[in-house]
């Protein structure tokens, strides 16, 4: 298949810190000996990033041993090589976005590391690379823990999300936080709203793993960051330069809108009369579409939740890697590209991915989308043997 997912991972060169992509056997294995090895260079490839950032101890989670053998390191991965080869796509509504919510992150400090090695050229410390590695490289981090046995719980206290930030001793959330620009809010909905969602989703048996990774990643890089500024002896200023690292308070805000999108990713939107039922119920009107047609996520105004949201449902490792299939060949056999006026993408797939057990179940979540996001999906003309849909952004 011309132009594969495969082939545009393998022709990435290198991540942020320049660590090298290396898209063969060490993160996708096409036999069954590979397939285990490519699992462990998935979740080194992972933890790599929040090391050569200083930021290693935001992987401390509670439940480190269920990750490092059931977390989705190879979808993770994917989905972040996914995130890269489409910049075109989203970096200029991400920088647009941010910047209108995130005090500095277009000023020139005149400070510039290896924190920002793609930047020196823009008058700031935005980069693309670094926002989408920090959310896309976490968001899942939970999911290993969704149902487990604590989910079926019959003491209220306990489905309450007081009680999850008290035995984590979490103590900063995105939304007790306080940010730099006044006037703004760097969250999408309220922090009521995410109460109610979590207690919906543990009476229902799951431990939400979106809003578990969230609020651990904020109290986990707030700590960090104060522990790193405090040992350097330093006291709070707009930028601290600690081996050759960049620390900035612009960067708290940056971590509490980071927090919230992966907070928010798997808060599941209503728009049928039995869930919507059940959603008032729980406090959960601003999530009923039928009701809120402009809570349904839109590029320029949520463009990292955007994102996020979009390309987990598209990305196809996690939903098509089997025994019959390996990562590598589910690459192979799928293929993204861009569409402008009006601003969009591609996907193409073969008739090896078709017949797939998992592929109808897919492309109806792609074909549900516009349920609750601004986007138009339509199948659009053949491209030599494959069949594709066409996504609009609105």
Not at 15 to 39: C, M, W
Not at 77 to 93: D, I, Q, R
Not at 158 to 181: A, D, V
Request: glycine letters at 6%.
């Amino acid at each position: 298949m011309k132009g594969n997912l495969w082939k545009k991972y393998k022709s990435l060169d290198e991540s942020y810190y320049h660590i090298p992509i290396g898209t063969n056997e060490q993160l996708f294995g096409r036999d069954e000996a590979k397939q285990h090895f490519s699992v462990d260079g998935c979740r080194e490839f992972i933890k790599r990033h929040f090391d050569e950032g200083d930021k290693l101890e935001a992987m401390a989670f509670p439940f480190e041993d269920e990750w490092e053998k059931n977390g989705k390191h190879q979808h993770t991965v994917a989905l972040y090589l996914m995130g890269l080869v489409l910049e075109s796509v989203f970096n200029e509504s991400l920088h647009q976005n941010l910047s209108e919510l995130i005090d500095a992150i277009d000023k020139n400090s005149g400070v510039h590391t290896q924190e920002m090695p793609w930047n020196n050229d823009l008058a700031g410390w935005y980069d693309y690379r670094y926002t989408w590695f920090l959310t896309c490289l976490y968001h899942d981090t939970a999911s290993c823990i969704e149902s487990s046995e604590e989910c079926y719980c019959l003491i209220e206290q306990k489905k309450q999300i007081g009680f999850f930030l008290g035995r984590n001793n979490i103590q900063y959330t995105p939304y007790n936080y306080k940010p730099i620009k006044p006037l703004v809010c760097l969250t999408r909905f309220s922090e009521d709203l995410i109460k109610n969602y979590f207690y919906y989703r543990m009476d229902s048996g799951y431990l939400d793993h979106g809003i578990v990774a969230g609020y651990l990643m904020f109290d986990k890089l707030v700590k960090n960051f104060n522990e790193k500024v405090h040992k350097n002896g330093e006291g709070y200023t707009d930028v601290t330069l600690i081996n050759g690292l960049n620390y900035r308070l612009a960067h708290l805000d940056h971590f509490a809108h980071i927090a919230d999108a992966i907070i928010c990713h798997n808060l599941w939107m209503s728009y049928d009369d039995v869930n919507n039922k059940k959603y008032k119920e729980y406090g959960l009107m601003p999530l009923i579409v039928t009701n809120n047609p402009d809570n349904r996520l839109s590029l320029p105004k949520n463009s990292l939740q955007f994102m996020l949201c979009l390309l987990d449902t598209i990305e196809p490792v996690k939903r098509f890697t089997s025994e019959v299939m390996s990562a590598q060949e589910v690459l192979e056999n799928i293929s993204i590209t861009t569409t402008n006026n009006p601003q969009g993408i591609v996907i193409a797939w073969t008739e090896k991915l078709r017949t797939q057990e998992k592929f109808y179940k897919w492309l109806g979540d792609i074909q549900e989308l516009p349920k609750w996001m601004n986007i138009t999906v339509k199948p659009c003309r053949h491209i030599g043997d494959d069949c594709c849909v066409k996504i609009t952004f609105r």
